[in-house]
């Protein structure tokens, strides 16, 4: 992972003020009331805030490192960052924005026009914004975990155990997929190699989330199929998989053995796991990512 | 013109949006060639790194997807990129469109199998590496096995090592049959549980896995295979190709316009040097309107005053007739207000009304008093005319004057003037033809109500008639008129070329009262109330006009009262005045209508009897006769009884004249006088001789007669000085001689010269003969030693024009110098026609002439009006003179009158010095002249100065 990346400041700068802009939807919520970036890029709770301020069914995934990750969102979908913007934007249950109402809006604030007609020659226009949101996210990744280190050479950047965990991550195989500069998200997987941790399928909204893939292709192979997730962060990102179940990473590790790799771990090794992947947890602007998810004894 | 505008911009826009398509077709973007290009290249280059990455990762040289994720994320962009070039194509060609939708169905299809693949790959990868694992597991798991006999964990140990060897070749890709391993692998599980039941983990998860990998590895393989297939490529290169078809088109496309766009600049050059010659011609008959109208702003400057003010009334331009009537220089008034030169002449209605009518739109015109610089007013016609700009609002004004300033004043005084009718005190009217009052002034109402009209209706017809007589004979007339208590003189003047006339009144009323009292007094005797002599003798002219013309018979009675002055005498005036005013009454009441009766002086009456005969006559005249003797007067218990000697003569067709006929009368009436008194006598010619001597008549009527037969004599008297330093003069004396040539002395034809105003004529005589003496005298003597003569003359002679013509006349001859000359004339004489005798006085004297007041003394004898009269000579009443000796106060009078006329610079002269001790006298007083019997008597002119006057001065000393 990148130490840092090539920006223009002052279109990132523009891009935070965006993330952090209410006036992107039409109830004064923005990026960062789900992706606060201050804390680990996420919520925190088991699954988001819908804009109506009811519960959605699926998890807050981490705005951290996204722009390593070729698949975007819980299902995978093969995207850039302005076109998930878009989506995120048009959705009735997160942003519920439309880009006449969001431009009239921001068009009303002059310090915006003033920047946008620096940044560009188009001045403010429903690209550029999401230009610079994303251009924005870019900069939020999270370099000099301790495994970076390791893999640099530092071998004491990491305790034993965890070197004892990467080890078993890699044994079970783990890292089959969870791999890549991520550590993860740039494939598919079918959630349940062997047998199939869903219970029937009894066409409720929640039933039609465990279908995964499934919803956009409509392929019976992408059956419950979800896009491998980035470990980065991982042991700050509580809760854990789409649906938010499991709050407790080692026991997350187990649930993933059980169901991806056919195989019951014993609770030593899948704690030796969870350590190491600690190990994966970064810096933002030189600060150790912190959860804002209080789950005692998880890291 | 706006329309016409508003077409040659849009002409104008078309050409220019024509000529720019034209160009903007014509270029060929090589750029934009030179991406897509590039990006066919690159998504190429892309789609080749992504198999590559794929092989890669197969023969797992790449461990993990980044790679292959990176690459498909590279061919995601370059070919949306490409996508994004070619939309300019793909928006006109469909076929472009369906190779590029079909390229990104093979790429999303590739995208898919990728995704697919990677799953496999994963889970391949996974079982794989856990396989060895699993084997160690199930051969621990055999091995640490008690239950089982040696043999059977021998077997199972071999069977699953074999497995695990062609499992480890199969991975490897030595061993392909699947179906072999899978049965082998069945045959381990179908063993393994024949040995330890179906519990065993170990051996179930073994199974699984291989199960696994060899699906994972035969979908893997399936899926690079499928990827292999899609032909991305082959698409790409239709997609090249028609893209390069489709440049090439527009390459040519673009070779067409630039020639179109040739040609339309060629159409356009062509056009515009069309427009430029055409605009040539238009500048020039520009110029022209310009030389018009600047010749035409030129004639305005001319005329006009002009200035142009912005709407708040500010100059921005002045000609130079402003400057010269405004006294200001045009610098002085730009910038200015126009309000600079305002006059207070007009009220704040007059501007607030002119400002309201330019301010919207409209033109004013009127005529406005302005000041000029030196304050001095002046007046001009003016024309307020607004520009008007595209929103119909007005943005300047321009102001047209001309000076009116001698009209206005003209009109000024012509309305003053115009007043004057009006104002006339007396009436003035204005008559049309028909008799219609068109004017008629305030004066005019007295006129107006007597005659009960008003303007506009007609006057009484009887004045209707004299404005046609007026109007026919186009001559003023005038009418009296008598309203009420007043008289009014009417003037009817005619205007006929305007067919009315002008009828001016004037009260007259005073001035007939005057008049008629006047004439009442001139006609009549202030005494009685009859007729005087004046009168009568006009009446009596009248009754000679008609005897003579139509042969009419009138009779003249010729009274004298007898003992008439024995009433004064013994009663005095008062009395007799009483008698005649009785007598006069009485008598009036005797005579017809047409009778006139007339005191003709003191005691004597005429009566003038019209178409009377003889017979008539006679019966009034003793009716008239018996009335007289009737009457009595009483005065102080006095009885007086008085007659009447009546003098009858008739006047008929053979009278001569009034003098006559009024001689005739007076004759007869001595007659009837001298046949014993209270009788009545007809005129009988052959009784005239007997009376002709005592009658100043007689006088009168011989004196023309004398004149014309020269039978008048002039003689001299010298005036000897006193004082030796003067010269003698001679005073010129007249005498009469009768037919007879007997001398007639002045005292007797003089006083009836006077009564019947024969002076004049016999001054004239008296003067003629005089100059012709001198001119003679003067010829004969060398002009040397001419004679300081004076002459007489009347009061009557002084107001004879002709008089003084003639004595100037002859002054201007030149022989007789006027200081030879000096006129005598009585102090009663020149007081009774005084301004008259002043004129002529100084006339003469201001040649040189001198004059000598004569009788001083007797007469009115004022001092005071000595003083007025510029005499040089004061000739001391002979009176004084003869009793000087004798009367102290007459010798007082002698001296102060001498005095007085020393201390008023007047030489004096004394007269009837008859002896010496008289011109002793004189002489020691100191009187300057002397004349009279002791020194010289009156001898004719002629034998006088038949020798020297030196001589005849020396005889008498």
């Known amino acids: 992972i990148p130490n840092s990346i090539v920006v223009n400041p002052n279109l990132v700068a523009l891009g935070e003020k965006l993330f952090n802009e209410p006036r992107m939807s039409n109830n004064n919520i923005s990026c960062a009331s789900c992706h606060n970036y201050n804390l680990a890029g996420s919520d925190g709770l088991k699954t988001s805030k819908n804009i109506q301020g009811g519960n959605d069914l699926m998890n807050t995934p981490t705005i951290f490192n996204v722009g390593l990750n070729p698949l975007l969102t819980w299902f995978g979908r093969n995207l850039t960052l302005e076109e998930q913007i878009d989506k995120v934007l048009a959705n009735k249950k997160h942003m519920d924005g439309n880009w006449v109402d969001i431009l009239n809006r921001l068009k009303k604030d002059s310090s915006y026009t003033k920047l946008f007609n620096q940044e560009f020659s188009d001045g403010l226009t429903r690209n550029n914004v999401k230009h610079a949101i994303a251009s924005f996210e870019r900069t939020l990744i999270t370099p000099d975990s301790p495994f970076d280190n390791y893999l640099r050479g530092d071998t004491k950047a990491i305790s034993n155990n965890q070197i ?24 598919h997987a079918k959630l349940g190699t062997f047998t199939s941790p869903f219970k029937k399928d009894n066409n409720t909204e929640k039933s039609r989330f465990n279908r995964g893939l499934f919803n956009l292709t409509n392929d019976e192979r992408d059956l419950h199929v979800f896009r491998v997730p980035s470990l980065r962060n991982v042991a700050v990102t509580a809760p854990y998989f789409h649906s938010g179940a499991i709050k407790d990473l080692s026991k997350a590790v187990k649930f993933m053995a059980k169901y991806q790799t056919g195989r019951q771990i014993s609770d030593n090794d899948a704690q030796l796991i969870a350590d190491f992947l600690a190990s994966l947890t970064g810096q933002y602007q030189g600060k150790t990512i912190i959860s804002q998810y209080d789950t005692k004894g998880s890291l | 013109m706006n329309i016409k505008k508003t077409f040659h911009i849009f002409v104008g826009i078309l050409a220019g949006a024509t000529l720019y398509t034209l160009y903007s077709y014509s270029l060929i973007d090589q750029q934009q060639h030179f991406d897509i290009t590039k990006n066919i290249l690159t998504f190429k280059e892309n789609d080749l790194i992504l198999n590559q990455s794929i092989i890669q990762n197969q023969t797992e040289l790449h461990k993990n997807f980044d790679k292959i994720s990176l690459s498909q994320k590279n061919t995601d962009a370059s070919l949306a990129r490409l996508n994004e070039k070619l939309r300019p194509y793909i928006a006109y060609d469909s076929t472009l469109e369906n190779d590029m939708s079909h390229l990104f169905t093979l790429h999303h299809e590739k995208n898919l199998l990728v995704s697919h693949y990677k799953r496999s790959a994963a889970l391949n990868k996974f079982t794989k590496q856990y396989l060895p694992n699993a084997f160690n597991e199930l051969i621990t798991s055999i091995n640490i096995s008690d239950d089982i ?57 073994l199974s699984r896995y291989i199960v696994k990998v060899i699906e994972t590895n035969h979908q893997k393989h399936m899926f690079v295979e499928q990827i292999q297939n899609v032909n991305i490529n082959e698409q790409l290169h239709a997609v090249q190709q028609q893209y390069t078809f489709l440049f090439n088109n527009k390459n040519q496309d673009a070779i067409k316009y630039k020639n179109l766009l040739f040609t339309a600049s060629m159409v356009l050059l062509i056009y515009l040097l069309f427009v430029f010659t055409r605009l040539q011609s238009t500048s020039s008959n520009l110029k022209e309107t310009l030389t018009d109208l600047k010749f035409r702003r030129m004639a305005l400057d001319k005329h006009a005053i002009v200035s142009i003010t912005d709407v708040t009334g500010n100059i921005t331009y002045v000609n130079q007739k402003f400057c010269d009537i405004s006294q200001y220089t045009q610098a002085e008034l730009l910038e200015q207000n126009h309000r600079i030169v305002k006059s207070d002449y007009h009220d704040s209605h007059f501007y607030k009304e002119m400002w309201k009518t330019i301010a919207s739109g409209n033109i004013w015109q009127g005529e406005i008093c302005n000041r000029a610089k030196d304050g001095t007013a002046y007046w001009v016609a003016t024309t307020l005319i607004p520009r008007i700009n595209d929103k119909g609002k007005p943005y300047e004004y321009i102001g047209i004057r001309t000076n009116i300033t001698e009209q206005k004043n003209s009109e000024l005084e012509i309305k003053a003037l115009a007043r004057f009718p009006i104002e006339n005190p007396e009436p003035v009217m204005r008559i049309d033809k028909s008799g219609k009052v068109i004017f008629s002034n305030d004066a005019a109402k007295i006129l107006v ?37 007043y008289d009014y003189l009417l003037t009817f003047t005619p205007v006929s070329e305007s067919n009315y006339v002008n009828l001016y009144g004037r009260d007259i009323t005073e001035k007939k009262r005057a008049e008629d009292s006047l004439s009442y007094q001139a006609n009549h005797d202030q005494l009685t109330g009859l007729v005087n002599r004046y009168a009568f003798e006009r009446e009596l002219k009248n009754a000679l006009t008609s005897a003579t013309r139509n042969d009419k018979q009138h009779i003249l009675l010729y009274i004298d009262l007898d003992q008439f002055k024995i009433v004064n005498d013994t009663c005095g005036h008062v009395a007799g005045d009483e008698l005649l005013c009785q007598l006069s009454n009485m008598m009036l009441s005797i005579f017809r209508e047409n009778d006139t009766l007339a005191r003709l002086g003191g005691d004597e009456f005429g009566v003038l009897l019209l178409n009377c005969n003889l017979e008539m006559g006679k019966k009034i005249a003793k009716k008239l006769l018996h009335l007289v003797n009737q009457y009595r007067l009483i005065w102080n218990k006095q009885q007086f009884k008085i007659g009447a000697s009546i003098g009858m003569v008739e006047i008929n067709k053979d009278s001569d004249s009034i003098v006559g006929i009024l001689g005739k009368a007076d004759i007869a009436c001595y007659a009837a006088k001298d046949a014993g008194r209270n009788q009545i006598k007809i005129y009988d010619s052959s009784d005239s001789d007997s009376a002709q001597r005592h009658s100043e008549l007689q006088w009168a009527s011989q004196i023309p007669k004398a004149l014309s037969e020269n039978r008048f004599q002039l003689m001299v008297q010298t005036i000897l000085p006193l004082n030796n330093n003067l010269e003698p003069h001679y005073e010129i004396l007249l005498r009469m001689l009768d037919q007879n040539g007997n001398i007639i002395s002045p005292g007797s034809f003089i006083p009836a010269a006077e009564r019947y105003n024969l002076m004049s004529a016999i001054d004239h005589w008296v003067v003629v003969h005089v100059f012709e003496f001198l001119n003679t005298y003067a010829e004969n ?103 000087m000796i004798d009367d102290p106060i007459d010798a007082a009078m002698v001296n102060s009158i001498n005095e007085v006329g020393h201390i008023m610079k007047i030489k004096t002269i004394a007269e009837f010095v008859e002896n010496a001790e008289i011109m002793n006298a004189l002489t020691t007083l100191g009187v300057d002249y002397a004349q009279g019997y002791h020194i010289d008597k009156p001898m004719l002119l002629a034998e006088k100065f038949a020798t020297t006057a030196t001589e005849k001065i020396k005889q008498v000393g």
């Open chain 2, 781 to 883: 003597n060398n002009h040397k030693n001419l004679p300081n003569l004076a002459i007489n003359l009347s009061g009557e002679s002084m107001g004879s024009e002709e008089l003084l013509a003639y004595i100037r006349a002859q002054f201007e001859i030149g022989i007789v110098p006027p200081e030879n000359i000096c006129f005598e004339i009585t102090e009663t004489a020149a007081i009774s026609n005084f301004n008259k005798a002043i004129c002529f006085i100084n006339s003469l004297k201001e040649i040189g002439c001198s004059f000598a007041l004569d009788d001083f003394g007797s007469g009115l004898s004022s001092f005071s009006y000595l003083k007025s009269l510029p005499v040089d000579y004061l000739k001391i009443d002979g009176v004084f003179v003869k009793g």
């Open chain 1, 164 to 187: 004892e965990g990467f080890k078993l991550f890699k044994l079970y195989g783990c890292i089959s997929c969870h791999q890549g500069i991520n550590v993860g998200g740039n494939l």
């Open chain 2, 149 to 205: 006999d040696t043999a059977s964990k021998r077997l199972l140990s071999i069977k699953t090592n074999k497995l695990n060897i062609e499992m480890n070749r199969y991975i490897a890709g030595y061993q392909h049959d699947e179906l072999k391993l899978k049965k082998m692998s069945s045959t381990i599980q179908q063993q393994a549980t024949e040995l330890f039941g179906e519990d065993t983990r170990s051996i179930m998860l």
């Open chain 2, 449 to 485: 109500d007597y005659w009960n009209i008003k303007k506009y209706t007609y006057i009484p017809d009887e004045w209707k008639q004299k404005i046609n007589d007026v109007l026919i004979k186009n001559k003023t007339q005038e009418s009296e008129i008598c309203v009420g208590a």
